[in-house]
């Protein structure tokens, strides 16, 4: 499973209003198909890395809904048939639970989010539909909001088909309940998916820093391969000189399997060990066939 970083962001793709790129996005995509991988599309509602005629606008509730519903048709009707899935709306509400205050929310209402499932459902049918947070590994106000979301979309009969938890994380410091958070998404029908994980520390990375962040990553691991319903783990890039955390959190990183040589570190073989131990269930369908 590859997901695109940046590549199918709102910034990238409609940087001029109704003006469509996908280079970069259609880049990614090939490339993964041509290595037997599929992608995981990322994101169409977030609050962040939007183009300024957009954050700049004075739009109503109508015309706001108007441009939410033509980027989702023209990304995902672009992409219609060659993802897995599609991370809808993503980081959508505060630490406790309420709502994050955001163009989509303060303008539309909670309204968005059925919208943009709805939408993103029309232009690409066959893909799988994801919310998408951090902090929302363990049970707890924000995961719980997320879960209460999902029971009343899934009433209004919104095509809401995952749950991903982000999972970027800290050495020594794992949420608990991963399991039972997993299973109570999983209950109501829902994929689950840990979507871009990273587990970082204070540097200077230690041998004991890395043998905590060794057992972390196969707590993770053995939290998905428990229930079925969890179907897939994927990495927040594949080595730590291309890690996000370093330029966000001062002091800290060295947080993925692979270090900044590009050699797999005490968390590779945790992982390693987890998957090969595991008893496979069913199959996965997910894959792209031109």
Not at 19 to 25: A, D, I, L, M, P
Not at 40 to 53: A, E, I, K
Not at 86 to 91: K, S
Request: aromatic fraction near 12%.
């Amino acid at each position: 499973m590859v997901t695109p970083g940046n590549a199918m962001k709102w910034d990238t793709i409609e940087a001029t209003q109704n003006v469509f790129s996908y280079s970069h996005g259609d880049y990614i995509v090939s490339w993964a198909h041509n290595h037997t991988q599929t992608v995981r599309g990322h994101t169409f509602v977030w609050h962040s890395q939007l183009p300024s005629w957009l954050t700049s606008g004075s739009w109503t509730n109508s015309t706001l809904i108007s441009i939410l519903q033509n980027h989702i048709a023209n990304e995902g009707g672009h992409y219609k048939g060659q993802l897995y899935a599609w991370d809808v709306v993503n980081e959508i509400f505060n630490e406790d639970g309420t709502w994050r205050s955001t163009i989509w929310y303060n303008t539309i209402g909670t309204a968005f989010v059925p919208i943009a499932f709805n939408a993103a459902h029309a232009a690409d049918p066959s893909a799988k539909l994801y919310m998408n947070d951090y902090n929302v590994e363990g049970t707890g106000s924000k995961s719980d909001a997320y879960y209460a979301l999902a029971q009343t979309l899934l009433a209004q009969g919104v095509p809401l088909h995952g749950m991903g938890a982000q999972a970027h994380l800290i050495v020594g410091s794992l949420p608990g309940n991963l399991i039972s958070n997993i299973a109570r998404f999983v209950a109501l029908g829902l994929e689950f998916a840990y979507t871009e994980l990273d587990i970082r520390m204070t540097l200077p990375a230690t041998d004991a820093l890395l043998a905590t962040q060794a057992s972390n990553y196969a707590s993770i691991t053995t939290a998905c391969v428990s229930n079925s319903g969890c179907v897939g783990i994927t990495v927040w890039d594949t080595s730590d000189d291309y890690s996000w955390i370093p330029s966000v959190f001062s002091g800290q990183g060295a947080a993925l399997l692979f270090d900044a040589n590009n050699q797999p570190k005490p968390a590779y073989k945790s992982v390693a060990d987890v998957l090969a131990a595991a008893t496979v269930t069913g199959s996965f369908t997910g894959w792209y066939t031109p």
